[in-house]
């Protein structure tokens, strides 16, 4: 038999044999599939099938809630950086921040040596009815101990938060007194301020910090504009560095301060909301006020909205650092226990069009960090703009998108004064360490204090120089000459503003002294 003859009958057989097996195949196939379902259309549905199945007959026992915790956060994680599911402590913590209120006993403490210090008691608060004073050492909440246990701060703070109208008792140690000295105190609402400090940095520049974009933000910066207006302000510089942002509407209503009727603020569209423009009513109160607005990569989201409507209608300067690059819009959805998400629903453009949204994957967390890599925080040469993303400003100038709002005026980070020596201080935090030590040791005096001219005759009477570098000394940290020379100075002027921190004027002490080493500030000052 030819080869041709022979592979011919072979194929032949084996159609024949697979002829005869098929019928078999199909109904084993079958057998092995009884269990198939058909998807719907709806491609979430094999995710809602999974979970049904395991649900009906996985073996175990399962804990549905911990792996619904477990499971959320990670599905949001997987749209954008900044869409989140928050456990109910969680949300209740962020709502509370942005709220202008929560409750508790009203204190600010640090904890610089596995103690809580009391470096402030709010004016009228549960804590000062109660009559905790600065410097006052928490040692006891109810029956926890939480001095010398390495409690984290946050945990510290959760104790003594609750619900208003509930009892605490806080055991305190005391300076001059041998036993805790314990206060019962009654919480209550306390007030969550977001205007930082406002005060004249001269005769006629006002200055304003502004920490969030809380629920009471508008009200406050207007009551602090007009202070400083009344007394003679004609130029405000409107500090938002390391403001993460905050409620939408707070932002819009501080841009409809500045800008004339029919100015564009900010316009948001996303794939199911259509396009929203917000304009500007022109009944503003402070549109003739010369504006200055500090920004840096901590300054996101409501924070770039503001500074963004200002440099696209050219009505303020930027100066600074490139902002963080938040351009995405999250809207609230809470659930009955307490829960919620903030779900990406849109995305806001500038006035110029510009979408200020850095790109997000894998590297999204570590791009401040690459920022100092690559010399972005030194030289304005160094920033990385996206050239197919160019726009203009409504007066012709060029701005970029992309990636934050890039200042007008660049303003590096101020190493001139860094020397290894004050690394090593801040790394050790000894600065705050001895500050707190100071006002330890003057403690009842501070108290007095009510003026800033007052508190720079008392500090001109300490010798801060000797007394920091034998503490730091001590530390196993001791400077050269030629690094106390380069950082003595800025060293010092950080002492003054943390121990004027310690007295009733708290942060009205404390700015109007640490700014004077500010050097962006120093940029705006020089060229008003």
Not at 221 to 240: N, P, T
Not at 408 to 419: A, E, G, I, K, N
């Amino acid at each position: 038999m030819d080869p041709k003859t022979s592979k011919r009958l072979l194929t032949i057989g084996w159609l024949v044999i697979l002829a005869l097996l098929l019928p078999v195949i199909g109904r084993n196939w079958q057998r092995g599939r009884k269990n198939e379902v058909r998807i719907p259309s709806s491609d979430w549905a094999k995710l809602m099938l999974v979970l049904q199945r395991v649900d009906a007959d996985y073996v175990d026992e399962i804990d549905q809630k911990a792996v619904t915790e477990q499971i959320l956060p990670d599905i949001l994680s997987r749209l954008d950086p900044h869409s989140v599911y928050l456990p109910p402590m969680e949300l209740k913590e962020a709502e509370e921040d942005l709220q202008g209120g929560f409750d508790g006993i009203g204190i600010q403490f640090n904890v610089p040596n596995d103690t809580a210090v009391v470096t402030h008691v709010i004016a009228g608060g549960p804590s000062e009815k109660a009559g905790i004073l600065s410097g006052d050492r928490i040692v006891r909440v109810d029956d926890r101990v939480i001095a010398g246990v390495q409690m984290p701060q946050d945990s510290m703070v959760r104790l003594m938060r609750g619900k208003r109208g509930s009892k605490v008792l806080i055991q305190v140690m005391r300076e001059g007194v041998e036993e805790p000295v314990a206060f019962p105190i009654t919480r209550d609402v306390i007030p969550v301020n977001s205007v930082d400090v406002a005060f004249l940095l001269n005769d006629t520049t006002g200055y304003i910090k502004l920490s969030k974009f809380a629920r009471s933000t508008y009200l406050e910066f207007f009551k602090a504009a007009l202070s400083l207006y009344e007394q003679g302000m004609k130029r405000l510089v409107f500090d938002l560095r390391d403001n993460t942002g905050g409620y939408l509407d707070q932002a819009l209503m501080l841009s409809n301060e500045f800008l004339e009727k029919g100015d564009l603020i900010v316009y948001m569209e996303g794939r199911n909301r259509a396009r929203s423009d917000v304009f500007a009513d022109g009944k503003g109160s402070f549109r003739d006020l010369e504006l200055a607005v500090l920004i840096n990569e901590g300054s996101a989201s409501s924070s770039e909205i503001f500074a963004g409507a200002m440099q696209d209608n050219d009505r303020a300067t930027i100066y600074g650092l490139r902002s963080f690059g938040k351009g995405l819009v999250q809207e609230p959805f809470f659930f009955s226990d307490g829960s919620g998400i903030r779900l990406t629903v849109a995305r806001y453009h500038t006035p110029s069009g510009r979408c200020i949204q850095k790109p997000y994957g894998s590297d999204y967390e570590y791009d401040i960090y690459e920022r100092y890599l690559h010399g972005e925080m030194t030289s304005v040469d160094s920033i990385r703009v996206n050239d197919s993303l160019k726009f203009e400003t409504r007066g012709g100038r060029t701005v970029y998108g992309g990636g934050g709002i890039t200042p007008d005026v660049f303003v590096p980070l101020d190493t001139t004064r860094m020397s290894d020596y004050l690394a090593r201080c801040n790394r050790q935090s000894l600065q705050v360490k001895y500050a707190n030590q100071v006002a330890d040791r003057y403690r009842n005096r501070l108290r007095e204090i009510r003026d800033l001219d007052e508190l720079n005759r008392f500090l001109d009477g300490l010798d801060l120089r000797d007394g920091f570098i034998a503490f730091t000394t001590a530390a196993g940290v001791k400077p050269t000459e030629q690094e106390w020379a380069v950082s003595g100075p800025t060293i010092l002027v950080q002492l003054r503003a943390l121990i004027g921190r310690n007295t009733p004027m708290n942060d009205e002490a404390f700015y109007p002294i640490y700014l004077t080493i500010d050097n962006v500030i120093e940029a705006v000052m020089k060229n008003g």
